[in-house]
């Protein structure tokens, strides 16, 4: 048995050889050579195929077992990075501090309120009343630029959400999901209000005359053409902390307290609050403002901090990271930086289906007839379907993103795949000549 495959072995590598590297009449002479050796050798009644005389492959290097293994392990190695959660587990890495009233958010950690602000009997009649902030926190140094969301208010749509952000040591406060800011719409930044390792305490006032953003009882920041909102009174708004709704715009620090008001809060009372904060570092002085949310977090350890305004909008801390809203097939030019990563990502998913691309076309090829001539809409359906897949599950994983761009570029570069696998055959074809015996 080994005998025998060692030779069919060792006279397809004679074969192949004296295709490719001899002259034309030389490469006639062996492959005619070639195939009388092995009729010469064929066991009596046992008829030979083009596998047995040429076990490299009848139109390739590679057997077709060989192709299907290749083609089995890129498409696992896809798998794994495509659906692979991106430095971080499914845990919410939230903590309890140990010594004093607050919570750490780690990478991709979030806190929220499903219903944090009642549905108004009609939206449009309720006066802006206004909307205050207080945080006490302290931000983590920045290990990459990317757009940190701190407390966000979800609606229902990405354009009338309201958030709280940072952007490397700036705060970041806008209605919208204009993050890197290309889109022009309005938003009031304070610059250096945020920096690694130190406690402040950040409020943010908004009313009829504009917005305002005050840092440790001093206004930093205001302007007077953006008036913040609850977004969309007709649905329950949404309250996170630390993260978005979607689990991939997470905050790193420490917070402390956390105080909403649905009106505009009085310069002295901020003045007043600080005064507070910087003499005992104790959150309780926003209770005598009556705000409509109060978490002081100061409760035993456990999945909830309450509203100690005396209801039931408790921030849930749930023990898994989870997606509030999914989004499936993000459009290309929602939320798109021109960077670095976007490049970097671009190449990745385009460069990373040209083999497996190439592969698949190679597997096809060998079967030859009407096959190959569908080989290129066959084999770039695969890619699509495969990648299609994988957008649609990066959807309900927390760090991951579903993104067309994604999609379209993975079948462009199995596209590609195929195609040099088939310039690379018509190639290899022209340079053979015709066997005859």
């Known amino acids: 048995m080994i005998p025998s495959a060692l030779k069919r072995f060792t006279l397809g590598v004679e074969t192949y050889y004296a295709t490719h590297h001899s002259g034309p009449a030389r490469a006639d002479g062996e492959r005619r050579d070639g195939h009388q050796r092995a009729t010469a050798n064929r066991r009596p009644g046992r008829k030979i195929t083009k ?10 290097y590679l057997s077709r077992h060989g192709l299907v293994g290749i083609s089995v392990v890129l498409v ?34 979030m806190a929220y309120c499903r219903d944090a602000f009642g549905i108004a009997p009609d939206a449009s009649s309720v006066p802006p009343a206004g909307l205050s902030f207080e ?39 806008m209605h919208g999901n204009d993050y890197s800011g290309r889109r022009g719409l309005k938003r009031l930044t304070a610059d250096q209000a945020l920096p690694a390792g130190v406690e402040r305490l950040i409020t943010v006032v ?21 008036t913040l909102t609850i977004p969309n ?48 570092r104790d959150f309780s002085m926003a209770v005598s403002a009556e705000p409509d949310l109060l978490y002081l977090l100061d409760d035993v350890p456990g999945h909830k901090a ?6 039931a909008r408790s921030l849930v801390i749930p023990s898994k990271v989870r997606i509030l809203r999914k989004e499936i ?8 930086r021109w960077d670095g990563a976007f490049w970097k990502d671009v190449a990745l998913n385009l460069l990373g289906f040209i083999p497996l691309g190439f592969f698949l076309s190679a597997l096809r090829s060998d079967f030859g007839g009407a096959a190959a001539r569908r080989n290129l809409l066959l084999c770039a359906g695969l890619c699509f ?15 991951r993103s579903s993104q067309l761009l994604d999609l379209l570029l993975n079948t462009l570069g199995g596209t590609i795949g195929v195609t040099l696998q088939r310039a690379h055959h018509r190639r290899r074809e022209r340079r053979k000549r015709p066997l005859s015996i």
Do not use: C
């Open 206 to 226: 908004s009313g009829t005359d504009g917005s305002r953003i005050y840092i440790d009882g001093r206004p930093v920041a205001r302007t007077a053409q953006l």
């Open 51 to 60: 596998r047995q005389v040429n076990p490299i492959g009848a139109k390739g």
């Open 385 to 399: 379907t495969l990648s299609l897949g994988i957008e649609l599950a990066q959807a309900f994983i927390p760090s």
């Open 76 to 109: 696992l190695g896809i798998l794994f990075f495509g659906l692979r959660f991106k430095g971080t587990t499914t845990t919410n890495p939230v903590s309890w501090h140990a010594d004093r009233a607050g919570l750490t958010f780690g990478h991709y950690a």
């Open 135 to 173: 945080l006490a926190l302290r931000a983590e140094a920045i290990k990459h630029d990317r757009f940190q969301i701190l407390l966000m208010l979800h609606g229902g749509s990405d354009e009338e959400q309201l958030l709280i952000g940072q952007w490397r040591s700036a705060l970041v406060v």
């Open 306 to 311: 309450l509203n100690r305004m005396g209801d």
């Open 233 to 280: 009174r007709r649905a329950p708004a949404t309250l996170v902390v630390g993260n978005s709704v979607y689990a991939r715009h997470s905050w790193n620090g420490d917070l402390f307290g956390l105080a909403v008001y649905t009106r505009a809060i009085a310069p002295a009372t901020i003045a007043k609050h600080y005064a507070h904060w910087k003499r005992t």
């Open 329 to 336: 097939l993000q459009l290309p030019w929602e939320g798109m």
